[in-house]
């Protein structure tokens, strides 16, 4: 989030306590695993809003798809043409602050992306939603258990 002060352009750092709420709130984990998580995304983007995808190795790249499902990264390219006339693609991620700001008030009471970009409620998507048709049986059939850490190399059990 970007503010103009006096002149002066005043931009919100996204802090550990905002990012760790922001991802308690949309994927549902305890606050100790929000926080390990948190702490290890704001080491890989430093002070930098935007990291490159090259630096990530498969583990952590995994963590940002997940984030970007869930509206807190959001991923770009560009294209720039190298002194001997070749192109090259640079892939990278950006935190989306606003998004995060976002959940990390409200609980995250929208759903996915949907609701990420559009601010759209859950009670009123339910009227237009096919899924809220389904029974409760046929959600528990695909229920994802979180017993399991979302990322493996962030924690301290051995297998």
């Known amino acids: 989030m970007v503010q103009i002060e006096g002149g002066r352009t005043r931009i919100h750092i996204i802090t550990l306590n905002e990012l760790s ?17 948190a702490g290890y995304i704001l080491d890989i983007f430093g002070y930098e809003d935007r990291v490159i995808d090259n630096i990530l190795d498969v583990e952590e790249r995994q963590l940002f798809y997940i984030l970007e499902e869930e509206g807190m990264l959001t ?7 190298l002194y001997n006339g070749r192109e090259w693609l640079t892939h990278y991620w950006q935190l989306n602050r606003n998004s995060i700001l976002k959940f ?6 929208t759903i996915g992306n949907v609701g990420a ?17 389904l029974s409760k049986d046929m959600w528990n059939a ?17 297998n």
């Open 21 to 37: 709420k922001a991802i308690i709130h949309r994927l549902g984990i305890n606050k100790k695993e929000a926080q390990k998580i």
């Open 75 to 81: 991923s770009g390219r560009e294209e720039t043409t």
């Open 104 to 109: 990390a008030k409200n609980g995250g009471k």
């Open 117 to 133: 970009t559009r601010g759209v409620s859950i009670e009123a998507s339910k009227e237009n939603n096919i899924y809220s048709s």
């Open 142 to 158: 695909r229920k994802i258990s979180r017993k399991k850490p979302i990322c493996y190399f962030l924690t301290t059990e051995k």
